[in-house]
């Protein structure tokens, strides 16, 4: 019978469940019992683990049809799928994978495992990575968490256009089992020596239903990249910071990610490539020396060791149009921007590392956006601070930033607005920008509402004392990691961690844009980054030792 007693945490998760005989029929009908009150998570097991598509639908059809009658819901799905699936040795894998998906804690509880032990195993939410469910499955399953009912009306509708008639399925398991049927999408398991390593298929129809689908696109461009990665090499996740484009260059987008995709099957771990990089040899700082006079005389003052500066990081992450991004005529949808939490992170720990305060905001609209920076420079700014960092990590177009609600904001107005009077504090104090986003063309204008209506009452000569640093050069795209973040700002922490105690930030940024375009060009992409400098005086971030 089920148990309540978790087992503790085994490094070898995979040898103890085979070994553990924690299932047998009447477990298997303790199971059917509970999921009774449930038949959506019945339909979702069943979808899951059973290999043969029309079998599938074929019971699900009769489960639909008497599963609103209490005295009819005890089919024995389960019960007949374990029939068959214990001959074969990874039975066990299979039911607790399809558990874990499918997210029924409970369950996995009473057979007796942690959760978090089989998530960090199994992976569920990654439809890159598949232990013993059929990956297209599993991908197509997170496509049935997210398909809404509106969603679910538009793609019936959809599938009557190719003389496919789901109507009656009340699930989107089902009317994907029905499209497995058709050969609407179709699945081939391939083997080497009689054993099978992968499976072959082909979804391109329905990648372009879903993508016309609202708020489905993610879900479409995962599915063509779990195709591109199950038919042709493992590969990895990457995004850029733009924004998805206009329908007429779609085309092209598609066929540069694919290229993306295929360049970066030839190289593994995006970490193990940093690593190929040498940041960590300090090889080249062996001869650097420093002087406390010459500092003095060539570098901006550290007033304060203890602490430098202060630090605000924006990280926009999450997108929704506005009333003004629609008014503005702004047609791009905006992605989120997975993986930049793991930029935040990074940020704020080597921030912090270098004695700077460290103030974090995400996904702020336009107007919010600009109450921040001003805030925190008119109530977290003193007079013993040396430097002010701004980073903002959000997709953009030339010379602009998205704010989360879609609306454009242009760099220079930030400019600006730390010049005018109302930023006094930050006045002869450099001032460094760090943007990690994407410089494509754009012609759209964008809303100024950071300039500076007030004349200045003290002398300053303005545009002095900025250091700021894209991600990439005007045209090009910045890349990301889904898993891992940018590469700009994992290569720019990393050396800055290295090199901030001994090197002034020209030095160490000119670093980063050698290292980050070693990368891209082992990728074959297009991504320099940049930086302008009006720095009247060597920038250290530390006092050099």
Known sequence: MLRSDAVENRANVDSFIGKTDFVNMDVISEIEKELQENPYDMI?????????????????????????????????????????????????????EALIICQMNNIIRKLGFHVSTLQRHFQPD???????????????????????????????????????????????????????????????????????????????????????????????????????????????????????????????????????????????????????????????????????????????????????????????????????????????KLDNRLGSDKDEIVLKETMSLLKFKVISHSNLDHEKTFDVIKKVIKDEVRNEDSVFMLCILSHGVRGHVYAAD????????????????????????????VIQACQVDDTAKSEDLLAADSKNTNYYLKKCDFLIYWATAPEYEAFRHEQKGSFFIQILCRILEKRAKKDHLYDIFTEVTNKVVSLCERLQRAQVPIFKSTLRNKLYLQIPQ
């Not at 930030?414 to 005018?420: K, L, R």
């Open 44 to 96: 979702s097991l069943v979808f899951l683990l059973y290999d043969v598509p029309d079998t599938a639908l074929q019971k699900l059809i009769v489960y639909q049809r008497v599963s609103k009658d209490a005295r009819c819901t005890n089919l024995n799905l389960l019960n007949e799928w374990f029939r068959y699936a214990k001959t074969k040795h990874t039975w066990k894998h299979e039911l607790l």
């Open 126 to 332: 990654n439809i890159s990575v598949h232990m013993y469910v059929n990956p297209v499955k599993k991908a197509l399953y997170k496509v049935c968490e997210n398909m809404t009912a509106e969603n679910l009306i538009a793609l019936k509708k959809t599938l009557i256009t190719y003389d496919i008639d789901t109507t009656d399925y009340e699930s989107c398991e089902m009317i994907f089992l029905e499209l497995m049927c058709q050969k609407f999408i179709t699945m081939t398991q391939f083997e080497y020596n009689k054993k099978a390593f992968g499976f072959e298929f082909k979804i391109e129809k329905l990648v372009r239903i879903l993508e016309n689908l609202n708020g489905m696109k993610k879900l479409a461009m995962e599915l063509n990249l779990l195709q591109t990665i199950s038919n042709e090499k493992p590969t990895e996740t990457f995004e850029t910071s733009t924004p998805l484009q206009e329908p007429a260059m779609e085309a092209d987008y598609k066929q540069n990610k694919t290229q993306l995709n295929r360049n970066i099957a030839e190289f593994g771990d995006m970490f193990k490539m940093l690593a190929d990089l040498k940041i960590e040899d300090e090889e080249d700082l062996t001869n650097f020396k420093s002087d406390s006079k010459k500092f003095i005389k060539g570098g901006y003052k550290i007033k304060n060791p203890d602490k430098v500066g202060v630090c605000l990081i924006i990280n926009q992450d999450t997108f929704y149009p506005s009333k003004k991004s629609i008014e503005n005529g702004q047609k791009e």
């Open 406 to 433: 879609s609306v454009k904001i242009n760099v220079e107005d930030i400019e600006n607005y730390f010049d005018s009077d109302e930023a006094v504090k930050l006045h002869g104090m450099p001032k460094v920008l």
